[in-house]
């Protein structure tokens, strides 16, 4: 395989890893803001921490796997992206002459590492904890 085709390779790797980080944390965000909707459609606005242990508990649970699920796969694809994107570099700067989009590629800092996935999932995770345990409480009946 020559250095182009190479580089060429790392450079789709590169962007569909991105890709697929996006939709990870867009799935992360769209989950947690309707989470958040459903607790404030759902709950009488009052916050209670002492009522209704099962659905919270039931609630928390779900939302806890869904996390580590979205996590993981967050950790993995950051993980890799880097590893295609720490190859490129090496060769683009061992082979000079390769193409500009591979000089440019190799050049781009990324933005997204695995400990902003873990800060930023601290930061929604409490949110939503917090509201589950306090507001998720059904509206009283009115007669």
């Given at each position: 395989m020559s250095i182009q085709e190479e580089?060429?390779?790392l450079i789709n790797l590169i962007f569909t890893l991105q890709d697929r980080l996006q939709f990870f944390w867009n799935f992360y965000f769209g989950t947690v803001l309707a989470l958040i909707a459903f607790i404030g459609s759902y709950s009488s606005g009052v916050p209670k921490f002492k009522a209704n242990h099962w659905p919270k508990f039931a609630v928390t649970m779900i939302f806890v796997m869904f996390v580590v699920g979205n996590l993981d796969g967050l950790w993995t694809y950051s993980h890799l992206a880097n590893d295609a994107a720490s190859r490129l570099g090496t060769l683009?700067?061992?082979n000079p002459n390769v193409s500009e989009a591979s000089q440019i590629?190799?050049?781009m800092r990324f933005r997204f590492s695995a400990v902003g996935a873990i800060i930023g999932h601290i930061i929604g995770n409490l949110i939503v904890l917090s509201?589950?345990?306090l507001y998720l409480?059904?509206?009283e009946k009115q007669n």
């Open positions: 580089t060429s390779e683009v700067r061992q590629v190799a050049a509201a589950i345990w409480n059904p509206k």
